[in-house]
């Protein structure tokens, strides 16, 4: 306490400079009308200012929520998308029950850890066996393509085998001529934005910049797009084309993914359990 009154009474010419500039200018803005305006306009500027900023600071916080979100809604229409392109128009159909029957549903899910420097990359996603996840579900990325496959999976997180993993092989086909051939990431391969279709009968005439999609023989809906032709020009010495393709996907960016649900998936791995190995 004492040295607060040493320090008030060495500083008090500047408390009581403040303390009469502050009346000083409450009596003029009370007893003048120009002044009064301007002091009202600044204080409110000043003020929404405020407000404005304190709005942006709360979006921002809010921001994953609201990514959360768009994410799940962008799942839901995907699903309806994907049903109303198999309905024939030829046909009195009900779009709600066409929607009810679709074969594939999609389920959003936030990244919460990924690679993609190491040789075999997993992704791990914050969905589980709560939201109906399971072992060898295709995942894709919101309009840019392939990701991976469902790998492991407890109640409430999975990991997936990443595109960029030496043991995920996807069927795709090239848009132009419907050629099938298997995606991979190759053995040597360290570029996390290019892959290889593997193959690829030689036959066809396979050009630059050639658009690659799934083909739907494998877990995946046909349709999905995965890349473009960078490289027609790999060389293997038998009746097959390896084929280099510049992903779509970007996986150093990879924030969100849909898990695409196949009604038909067990019924499919049960039938074909069935068949004779041959190999």
Not at 83 to 88: E, Q
Not at 125 to 134: Q, S
């Amino acid at each position: 306490m004492r040295n607060l009154w040493i320090f008030i009474n060495r500083y008090n010419a500047f408390f009581f400079f403040i303390i009469f500039f502050i009346i000083g200018l409450y009596l003029t803005v009370s007893n003048n009308s120009y002044q009064r305006s301007v002091a009202v306009n600044s204080t409110n500027e000043v003020v929404g200012n405020a407000y404005t900023n304190l709005n942006v600071l709360k979006k921002y916080m809010n921001l994953g929520d609201v990514n959360d979100s768009l994410a799940s809604e962008n799942a839901k229409l995907k699903t309806e998308v994907l049903a109303l392109k198999k309905i024939d128009s030829a046909k009195n159909v009900v779009v709600k029950d066409s929607l009810n029957n679709s074969q594939y549903t999609y389920l959003a899910a936030r990244v919460i850890k990924n690679s993609i420097t190491l040789r075999n990359n997993i992704i791990t996603i914050n969905r589980g066996k709560a939201d109906g996840l399971a072992s060898g579900m295709a995942v894709i990325s919101p309009g840019k393509g392939v990701v991976g496959y469902i790998r492991d999976v407890s109640d409430h997180l999975a990991t997936i085998s990443s595109l960029l993993h030496k043991d995920t092989k996807v069927s795709v086909t090239l848009k132009k001529n419907n050629a099938l051939g298997t995606l991979v990431w190759g053995t040597k391969n360290a570029d996390f934005r290019k892959a290889y279709i593997k193959d690829v009968p030689n036959h066809f005439k396979i050009a630059l910049k050639d658009t690659v999609v799934t083909s739907g023989f494998s877990s995946f809906p046909p349709g999905i797009p995965v890349g473009r032709v960078s490289n027609t020009g790999i060389a293997t010495g038998d009746n097959f084309l390896t084929i280099e393709i510049e992903l779509f996907n970007d996986f150093s960016t990879l924030q969100y993914v849909y898990v695409i649900k196949d009604k038909l998936a067990e019924e499919q791995k049960s039938l074909e359990s069935k068949l004779p190995n041959e190999q």
